[in-house]
């Protein structure tokens, strides 16, 4: 999992801020891509499937737009233990609590 907190250019697309995240993962296919509400905050949650480092994986990725910030959010695993690991993964989406400005 990989939780990055970046400045954000004004008029940033999450969508193309997500597209430059995806670049490592090889042999990629999207299997979902969502615009989103994260804790009110404008998100978009894409569901791929690929290869890292010669393994499939399947991954979860969050972009949410932050005040002048963007928060990345990636959860990934092999392909076959994903199912069992994301619920975990889900958890620790519940628990975070966005800086109040």
């Known amino acids: 999992m990989v939780v990055n907190v ?3 250019k004004q008029g940033a697309d999450l969508i193309t801020l997500t597209n430059h995240l995806l670049i ?3 042999g990629k296919r999207i299997i979902s ?3 989103e509400l ?3 905050r404008e998100a978009v949650k894409t569901v791929l499937e690929g ?3 010669k393994t499939e994986i ?3 990725v969050y972009v949410v737009r932050g ?3 963007c928060y990345d959010i990636i959860f990934w695993a092999p392909r076959d233990a994903f199912p069992r690991r994301v619920e975990t993964f889900h958890q620790l989406l519940a628990s975070i609590h966005f800086p109040q400005l």
């Open 67 to 69: 005040e002048a910030v």
């Open 51 to 53: 290869r890292v480092e």
């Open 58 to 60: 399947k991954a979860e």
């Open 24 to 26: 490592a993962f090889e």
């Open 6 to 8: 970046t400045p954000l």
């Open 33 to 35: 891509r969502d615009n």
């Open 38 to 40: 994260f804790q009110g």
